[in-house]
């Protein structure tokens, strides 16, 4: 039974592109979390989706960020004209159901040159 | 909200000692993580805990509900124990699946 597979694992990017980071969750969890770490800072909810819901989306930036869970394939965040200050480390994590127990999946390291 | 203090921010141990990293939180909780982060910045899941007492290894955490207290224990700690050591507990109503987290502990081990 893999992980939580994240990829890409690095992305760098420039400013005004767009980032599309994806996670797919172990098998047999519909519920995921998505996690933004930036520089010397620590782990920041972002949003809680399960299957074609989004659950919780209190910790999103208001403008740029939008994430989905299909019905199949993985889970995408997704940063529309980036800038510097979205050069974070970004973790995705899933669970079989709501509730506190998560595995974390390995990252994504996104650089805005 | 769910407020999480860690202490210490930073901890630099000799290799054999037993060290202590105390989490409080704020709100009740039906559940704590504590989670490592790896140098390369990769997290484990060490426990998730929601009474007492768990051990793996040279790991032990326990929690105290009551005193909304949590400590991760290593015994006879490592160089390799090298990490950012995070508490994390659920968000809002205290059983919410997203979690709010620590700062961290920064663990460095001299052999």
Redesign the interface.
């Given at each position: 039974n893999a992980g939580v597979m994240q990829n890409p694992r690095h992305l760098v990017r420039r400013r005004g592109q767009e980032a599309r980071l994806r996670c797919s969750p172990m098998k047999g969890h519909s519920?995921v979390?998505w996690?933004r770490q930036l520089p010397e800072?620590?782990?920041?909810?972002m949003v809680?989706l399960q299957k074609e819901n989004i659950?919780?989306e209190?910790?999103m930036p208001k403008e740029r960020f939008s994430a989905e869970f299909p019905k199949e394939g993985p889970s995408i965040l997704r940063i529309q004209q980036v800038v510097r200050g979205d050069s974070a480390?970004y973790?995705c994590a899933s669970?079989p159901q709501?509730?506190?127990?998560?595995?974390?999946g390995?990252?994504t390291?996104l650089t805005v040159l | 909200k769910n407020e999480v203090e860690q202490s210490p921010q930073n901890l630099t141990a000799q290799e054999g000692e037993f060290i202590t990293i105390n989490c409080s939180y704020s709100v009740g909780?039906?559940?704590?993580?504590w989670?490592q982060q790896h140098p390369g910045?990769?997290?484990?899941?060490l426990f998730?805990l929601s009474s007492g007492k768990k051990k793996h290894g040279r790991l032990i955490a326990t929690i105290n509900i009551q005193e909304k207290h949590s400590s991760l224990h290593i015994t006879a700690s490592h160089p390799r124990d090298y990490a950012v050591y995070?508490c994390?507990?659920?968000?809002?109503g205290g059983?919410?699946?997203?979690?709010?987290?620590?700062?961290?502990t920064k663990l460095s081990v001299k052999p």
């Open positions: 519920h979390y996690y800072e620590g782990l920041k909810f809680y659950i919780d209190s910790g480390a973790f669970s709501r509730g506190p127990e998560q595995f974390f390995p990252g390291r | 909780i039906s559940a704590l993580h989670l910045g990769g997290i484990v899941s998730m995070i994390a507990v659920p968000g809002r059983s919410q699946g997203n979690l709010i987290f620590g700062k961290g």
